[in-house]
């Protein structure tokens, strides 16, 4: 045989195993993780078809856009019902939706039997939910009808080059989906404002929510795993058989969460770090800055880094408006320079991690709008930015056989390009 023909039957012979090992990876992950079926959703407008009535003929469809200061009466009168039918209308919905809830700008959709009475009333409740109202034999029937809900499992993975949710957005996910990474999985270990590298990697294997067929967001984060300068941290889903929560482990069934979250704000821009001699900006002598100082924009969402008690919530000199709050183990926290203060949150208030204690501001002794993140360890000042936190308990022990098997069935699915790449790369001839 020539070589033109030998390169030939070698070249074909490796994308026929490429085919085959792309095939194998559909097949491998329907197998692990079979798309769940459409079912009845947890919550874009649905705009269900239209369905006739047995034996009638074809429905003519009105879809009314709700004017402002337009009533459901106004509405419905305009297009024919007499005050009877309205009253009928109302009276068959009470009990399945408050009709006064009906706002401007929103859609109803009529059906009418042409040149005849209306058969048919549908309004979308929410995104998965939409009211159904019909005419059947001289009596007015209403109930919730629900849109079709799919969660398929999906593999994400990038690699950083500015922010994580820059490398999502090139990906083609969406920005919750960042949120998602950091406060289920990563957001006790790695600083996503200070500690992200350009080249730092991740995997994602992630259920995404389809509504009759239509992207609407993320589920669950069901593995991920993260490479943050050369430090691998992996994150698996687990539920507890008995209690039905949910949480995330590494490998070895150690919790992923600590005491503490690494920040306060989710994404946002370190301007000036713990030092015992910074140059103030605004009185231009040294002092000691012991906090960290996190620029964003005025508004932006500032969440407790872990569960505690509200000591002080107010004006605090320099200090702005300013929330403190203390923590098992002998720490405190406080946020300063506030715009203002999370809802409920006021002296001897509990808090949880991850709760709303205000809204990055610029109040006190301040150039622009950021927050000053403090926290103490006994009394004392300690650095944010590099302070180690006791991880949370373990995965419990008689669950630990059952983890393993999931970490296994997980682990295939985040590896599995990986895998296959590095097979077709072994076919060099």
């Given at each position: 045989m020539g070589r033109a023909k030998l390169n030939r039957a070698r070249a074909a012979a490796a994308a026929a195993v490429v085919l085959a090992a792309a095939a194998g990876l559909v097949v491998l992950v329907r197998v692990l993780f079979p798309p769940t079926p459409p079912a009845a959703p947890e919550t874009g407008p649905a705009v269900p078809v239209l369905a006739a009535p047995d034996a009638a003929p074809p429905l003519v469809e009105d879809r009314i856009v709700i004017a402002a200061r337009s009533t459901l009466a106004e509405i419905l009168k305009r297009r024919g019902f007499t005050d009877r039918e309205v009253h009928?209308?109302?009276?068959?919905?009470?009990?399945?939706?408050?009709?006064?809830?009906?706002?401007?700008?929103?859609?109803?959709?009529?059906?009418?039997?042409?040149?005849?009475?209306?058969?048919?009333?549908?309004?979308?409740?929410?995104?998965?939910?939409?009211?159904?109202?019909?005419?059947?034999?001289?009596?007015?029937?209403?109930?919730?009808?629900?849109?079709?809900?799919?969660?398929?499992?999906?593999?994400?993975?990038?690699?950083?080059?500015?922010?994580?949710?820059?490398?999502?957005?090139?990906?083609?996910?969406?920005?919750?989906?960042?949120?998602?990474?950091?406060?289920?999985?990563?957001?006790?270990?790695?600083?996503?404002?200070?500690?992200?590298?350009?080249?730092?990697?991740?995997?994602?294997?992630?259920?995404?929510?389809?509504l009759d067929g239509r992207f609407a967001g993320y589920r669950d984060i069901l593995a991920a795993e993260f490479v943050n300068e050369g430090r691998v941290y992996r994150a698996y889903r687990f539920v507890y058989p008995d209690t039905k929560a949910a949480d995330y482990f590494d490998e070895n069934g150690g919790s992923r969460r600590?005491?503490?979250?690494?920040?306060?704000?989710?994404?946002?821009?370190?301007?000036?770090?713990?030092?015992?001699?910074?140059?103030?900006?605004?009185?231009?002598?040294?002092?000691?800055?012991?906090?960290?100082?996190?620029?964003?924009?005025?508004?932006?969402?500032?969440?407790?880094?872990?569960?505690?008690?509200?000591?002080?919530?107010?004006?605090?000199?320099?200090?702005?408006?300013?929330?403190?709050?203390?923590?098992?183990?002998?720490?405190?926290?406080?946020?300063?320079?506030?715009?203002?203060?999370?809802?409920?949150?006021?002296?001897?208030?509990?808090?949880?991690?991850?709760?709303?204690?205000g809204y990055v501001g610029t109040t006190g002794d301040s150039t622009g709008p950021h927050l000053d993140y403090r926290i103490y360890y006994h009394g004392s000042p300690v650095n944010p930015l590099s302070h180690k936190f006791k991880p949370a308990d373990p995965l419990r022990k008689e669950f630990l056989e059952e983890f393993r098997k999931e970490v296994g069935r997980l682990g295939v699915a985040l590896r599995l390009p990986e895998v296959v790449r590095a097979y077709t790369a072994g076919l060099s001839f």
């Open positions: 009928d209308l109302r009276e068959a919905v009470k009990p399945v939706y408050d009709l006064g809830r009906i706002r401007a700008g929103q859609e109803l959709r009529l059906a009418s039997l042409p040149d005849g009475p209306w058969q048919r009333l549908e309004y979308d409740i929410d995104e998965t939910r939409y009211l159904v109202v019909e005419r059947r034999e001289g009596r007015v029937e209403a109930k919730r009808e629900y849109v079709p809900v799919e969660f398929r499992p999906a593999f994400v993975s990038g690699v950083i080059e500015d922010s994580l949710i820059a490398a999502l957005n090139k990906a083609g996910e969406q920005d919750s989906l960042a949120i998602d990474i950091v406060e289920r999985c990563f957001g006790w270990d790695i600083d996503f404002h200070t500690d992200l590298r350009k080249g730092d990697t991740f995997r994602v294997f992630v259920e995404k929510r389809y600590k005491d503490f979250l690494r920040s306060p704000l989710k994404f946002g821009r370190v301007t000036s770090r713990f030092t015992s001699s910074r140059l103030h900006p605004i009185h231009r002598i040294y002092r000691p800055h012991y906090g960290v100082d996190y620029a964003a924009p005025i508004g932006t969402p500032v969440q407790a880094t872990a569960d505690g008690t509200v000591t002080f919530a107010g004006r605090d000199g320099a200090a702005g408006n300013t929330v403190k709050l203390t923590h098992r183990n002998a720490y405190a926290t406080a946020y300063l320079h506030l715009s203002r203060f999370g809802a409920g949150v006021r002296k001897g208030a509990a808090i949880k991690g991850g709760d709303i204690v």
